[in-house]
């Protein structure tokens, strides 16, 4: 029993993959990947120093608990019957695959910021999350008004 998901960039499943066993909800992955964003991390579709990142975040988050796997998407289970799999770019969930339940929408964002950047060896602190996240907001309002002219 778990929480499972598995986080690659490539519907192919040829990409590396991640495998989480627990805390594989979308609110929660949104969350992990949202907060390599803010470190300014180079995603995993431009290089494998990015999956390292993420990687590294995750298992920060989980602690000495072995939570996380790692291998090509494909050799992972990723129709695992609770989160499926997420497509990602740019830090961003794009698609989806093999979700058979309804999304998960526990945990409030901040929240969950919170709870994986104090667990980080340097946490970046509240306020700087939130001048980060008010950033990325005004980011994507300017790109949603280019995109209407």
């Known amino acids: 029993m778990g929480n499972r998901a598995v986080i690659t960039t490539r519907k192919d499943l040829k990409e590396i993959g991640i495998y989480l066993h627990w805390n594989g909800g979308r609110d929660s992955v949104t969350a992990f990947l949202l907060y390599c964003k803010i470190k300014g991390f180079r995603s995993p579709e431009q290089d494998n120093y990015g999956w390292a990142y993420l990687c590294t975040i995750i298992g920060n988050y989980f602690g000495d608990g072995l939570s996380i796997g790692l ?14 799999t997420y497509i990602i770019k740019d830090w961003e969930i794009v698609d989806r695959m093999h979700l058979h339940r309804r999304e998960q929408d526990v945990y409030s964002l901040m ?17 700087v999350i939130k001048t980060a996240l008010a950033n990325i907001e005004k980011e994507k309002l300017a790109n949603d008004d280019k995109r209407t002219v």
Request: proline share 6%.
């Open 71 to 84: 291998d090509v998407a494909n050799k992972l289970d990723y129709d695992n019957w609770d989160n499926g």
């Open 111 to 127: 929240d969950m910021l919170l709870s994986i950047d104090e667990r980080q060896p340097k946490p970046l602190g509240e306020e």
